[in-house]
């Protein structure tokens, strides 16, 4: 027939291509140009199960046979992607000749504009998906940066020290009300040897929480320019109270003698120094008193090392009974204790104290246990500044001497 | 040979292609090029009772804010893979969604859920039960990855198992 022709000419002209099937799905009749829309081809046959060559049409059993009762007579499945090209199906019933119930699909393929217009969708998508994955990235940080921040007490200043900005750890740490923070000089909460700003400095400062808790931060100044001028600081301070307490036991124990608490050599030759200083400042004199413990081998030998210590304990008790509070006593090595006495007014004084110091044993015996009282004795040396001695060593070595000839 | 229809559902990104490309070549590709529409592919499975059957799997394009999923395509599915991606938590708040819309057109189909890139998780999360909770008709939920193929074929597995059992 003509109108045969003229169809299946229409059909492989341009892009469309139709197959009829029964509500069994089996094809009754098919466009040439069907195949190279298959999934398998060679499956196309008259009387095959359409399923087998069009997996599309799996699952829609129920749903043509819906089509031939209701009003809406028409299924279509649009943008079917296969073999690189875009097909949209539509299925309708018909009726031919001898055929009651027949259907139709007539399979559209997209034309290169449409597809053009797809791929756009697909790079916007793209470009959707990249941009959403880097906005979670950046809320990631910006979570992480908060949750940093809120442990971290920072706070903004201009030039001047005058705090413009201050995050709300650091208003809640001083226990105060923002306008009572913002507008002041930093150093009236946070304190530190020099008050200035310096850019990409680091600081040490010191504050009262409101708790009154003494609070030591390692403060990092970090400059911020506003067209290309340093106008403001961010201060970020972190808490080093901790780090503080362990430098101070360390320090501690590098200047004290860890049996009597009392200052070692290390602590007493700087403070022999400072004493030098101020003496030469005010010229004033100041005296040391050299003191050996008699016999405190024997101690050692007699009752062990445990008696030994009692007594250095005690005899350190003992001396420090007469120092004043600007004097100093330390303990310089086994039984060698040493008394800076600070701006003696006069000599007098000094022998008085030192007659004190050499009868003290009697008074003070160390009652070792039920039985044994432990007596002790001291040899005594004593040099003065600046008659015997400028500097802290020769004036160690000269009561040294002294107390070497007070043995004899 | 019984043969049935499943179709992928969820936003887009997911991951929906690459679970299917895992499951059905057991390939993986880093880029990413969004589908449009649907593509089908078909995979011969037997079922722990030795039951063979065909699964079709319509991996249709996802879901973005300014175009919903075709309902023709959810047309005669037997079951739904509903697809989100666990670094990506609008996918997840959206699977609700995507459930009424599966279950608008196969009421009684079974629906198992892939909380997909589990490569890619940052924190171990656990909202099983929550998920669970979402319809009567989800049968499980799993932690996939297509990169690394965590959890695909159980999840593959799963439906067809269960699909085969009501067949």
Redesign the interface.
């Known amino acids: 027939m003509l109108s045969d022709t003229i169809l299946q000419f229409l059909c492989k002209k341009g892009t469309i291509s139709y197959i009829l099937f029964s509500p069994e799905f089996k094809i009754i009749e098919f466009s040439e140009n069907i195949s190279s829309i298959s999934?398998t081809p060679q499956n196309i046959n008259i009387g095959s199960d359409i399923?087998d060559s069009f997996?599309?049409f799996?699952?829609?059993?129920?749903?043509i046979l819906e089509l031939l009762k209701s009003n809406e007579n028409t299924?279509?499945?649009?943008?079917?992607?296969?073999n690189s090209k875009?097909y949209d199906i539509e299925i309708e019933p018909l009726k031919i000749d001898k055929y009651d119930e027949l259907f139709i699909a007539y399979i559209d393929q997209k034309s290169t504009f449409s597809v053009e217009y797809?791929k756009t969708?697909?790079e916007l998508?793209?470009k959707?998906?990249i941009l959403?994955?880097q906005e979670?990235k950046t809320d990631?940080q910006k979570n992480y940066y908060d949750l940093i921040n809120q442990n971290i007490i920072s706070f903004h200043v201009n030039t001047d020290g005058i705090i413009i900005e201050a995050n709300s750890i650091c208003i809640y740490f001083l226990g105060k009300n923002e306008n009572e923070v913002i507008g002041q000089h930093f150093s009236v909460f946070f304190h530190t040897r020099e008050s200035n700003i310096n850019n990409n400095q680091t600081k040490i400062f010191n504050a009262i929480s409101a708790q009154g808790d003494n609070i030591f931060f390692h403060a990092e100044i970090i400059p911020i320019q506003n067209d290309g001028i340093i106008n403001e600081n961010i201060i970020i301070c972190q808490d080093i109270t901790h780090l503080k307490k362990i430098e101070k036991k360390l320090e501690y124990a590098a200047n004290h003698d860890s049996l009597t608490g009392l200052p070692n050599r290390s602590l007493l030759l700087q403070k022999i120094d400072k004493a030098i200083e101020k003496s030469e400042d005010n010229s004033t004199n100041f005296s040391l008193c050299f003191i050996d413990l008699n016999n405190f081998k024997q101690v050692n030998d007699t009752y062990g090392h445990h008696a030994g210590d009692m007594l250095l304990k005690h005899v350190s008790s003992t001396l420090s009974s007469f120092v004043r509070e600007d004097d100093s006593i330390a303990r310089i090595g086994g039984d060698e204790f040493v008394i800076l006495f600070i701006q003696l007014e006069n000599q007098d004084y000094l022998n008085t104290i030192i007659q004190r110091i050499q009868k003290s044993p009697d008074k003070y015996t160390l009652v070792y246990n039920e039985t044994d009282e432990i007596q002790f004795s001291f040899s005594i040396g004593v040099s003065h500044y600046p008659k015997n001695g400028t500097d802290a060593k020769s004036l160690l070595d000269y009561a040294n001497k002294e107390m070497y000839k007070s043995k004899k | 040979m019984f043969a049935y229809k499943i179709v992928m559902v969820g936003d887009f990104g997911v991951g929906k292609t690459s679970l299917v490309r895992r499951f059905v070549d057991n390939s993986f590709s880093e880029d990413y090029l969004s589908s449009i529409g649907v593509s089908m592919s078909k995979k011969q499975l037997t079922s722990v009772d030795g039951f063979n059957s065909t699964m079709m799997l319509w991996d249709i394009e996802g879901r973005t804010e300014y175009k919903q999923i075709f309902k023709q395509y959810l047309v005669g599915a037997k079951a739904f893979i509903i697809v989100a991606d666990l670094t990506r938590p609008d996918t997840i708040n959206s699977i609700d969604e995507h459930i009424n819309l599966c279950l608008d057109s196969v009421a009684d189909a079974p629906i198992c859920i892939a909380l997909n890139k589990s490569d890619l998780e940052l924190r171990d999360t656990n909202f099983f039960d929550e998920l669970n909770n979402l319809s009567e008709n989800i049968i499980s939920v799993h932690k996939t990855s297509a990169k690394e193929g965590n959890s695909v074929n159980e999840i593959f597995n799963k439906i067809n198992n269960t699909i085969v059992e009501k067949f």
Do not use: A, S, V
């Open positions: 999934d399923r997996w599309e799996i699952g829609i059993e129920e749903k299924l279509k499945i649009p943008m079917i992607y296969k875009y797809f969708i697909q998508n793209k959707t998906l959403q994955t979670l990631k």
